[in-house]
């Protein structure tokens, strides 16, 4: 979280440590949310599609994995204009929701 929370996220970084944790511990459903998270923000919604791929079928209908998926959609979208706007979003929501997780 600390390479997130500074001015200048780290999203290379982050990808790699998220990538580790998900080698060591398996695909533990929230280190995947957070790796799909930081493949969104750093521009690679190719990678998230492969961390999605592996959740389970249950779980893809819950409302936090449907926005994810949505947003790797809008992501891989031929329409740049809206493919950039997603990249935007989710890195910028991303950044505030570490903000909060830092500050408590």
């Known amino acids: 979280m600390t390479l997130l929370s500074i001015d200048e996220p780290e999203w290379q970084q982050a990808s790699q440590v998220a990538d580790k944790?998900?080698?060591?511990?398996?695909?533990?459903?929230?280190?995947?949310?957070?790796?799909?998270?930081?493949?969104?923000?750093?521009?690679?919604?190719?990678?998230a599609i492969q961390l999605l791929q592996v959740l389970p079928g249950p779980l893809r209908t819950l409302p936090q994995w449907d926005s994810r998926i949505q947003v790797t959609s809008c992501m891989t979208s031929v329409d740049t204009n809206a493919a950039d706007s997603c990249l935007q979003q989710v890195s910028s929501q991303l950044t505030e929701m570490v903000k909060i997780f830092m500050a408590n």
């Not at 944790?21 to 990678?47: R, S, Y």
């Open 21 to 47: 944790g998900l080698q060591h511990f398996g695909f533990e459903v929230t280190l995947l949310g957070l790796g799909v998270d930081i493949a969104l923000a750093n521009n690679q919604p190719q990678k």
